[in-house]
């Protein structure tokens, strides 16, 4: 996506949403010296590994862009910290656990997915107060930088 913004010449403001590898944030700061960029993750790719997967109900962390191995979850959350990540994105899909068991009945019997992510928002934005981000800085990856990025763009 940003190699194709580049070669297209895309003078906008372009967004990654639910960036979900460390690799990724990694190649949207290096594209901010040459273009206006951003990126965003979401709750559960702060707090889910692929190891909360391995239990019967695990089919329940079935998201797209899929939850990440452990490694990968706590890079996430030390590329936040230093300030690489623009801001949390919430992406509440509150499927019913029968929609994410595989079904004949729907296309290629696929599997539904989302996650449920409204119920704890308020007790993730604690756990980052918790984890010592202060609360000027989780207003501003949860408020303050995607107004000043939208404001940009309607100005």
Known sequence: ??????????????????TSTPEAVELVN??????????????????????????????KYKVNPPIRDRQSMIKLNEL?????????????????????????GRPGGSYMSGIRSLEGYALFLESLVGDGIPPERIGELTYTNIKDVFTKIVE
């Open 1 to 18: 996506m940003i190699k194709f913004a580049g070669t297209a010449g895309f003078r906008g403001h372009l967004h990654i949403c639910h």
């Open 30 to 59: 290096d594209a901010k010296r040459y273009m206006r960029i951003s990126c965003g993750v979401t709750p559960h790719h702060l707090t889910l590994s692929t190891e909360d997967m391995d239990f019967p109900d695990g089919i």
């Open 80 to 104: 936040l910290r230093e300030g690489k990540i623009d801001w949390i994105e919430t992406d509440h899909a509150p499927h019913m656990p029968v929609e994410k068991s595989y079904s004949a």
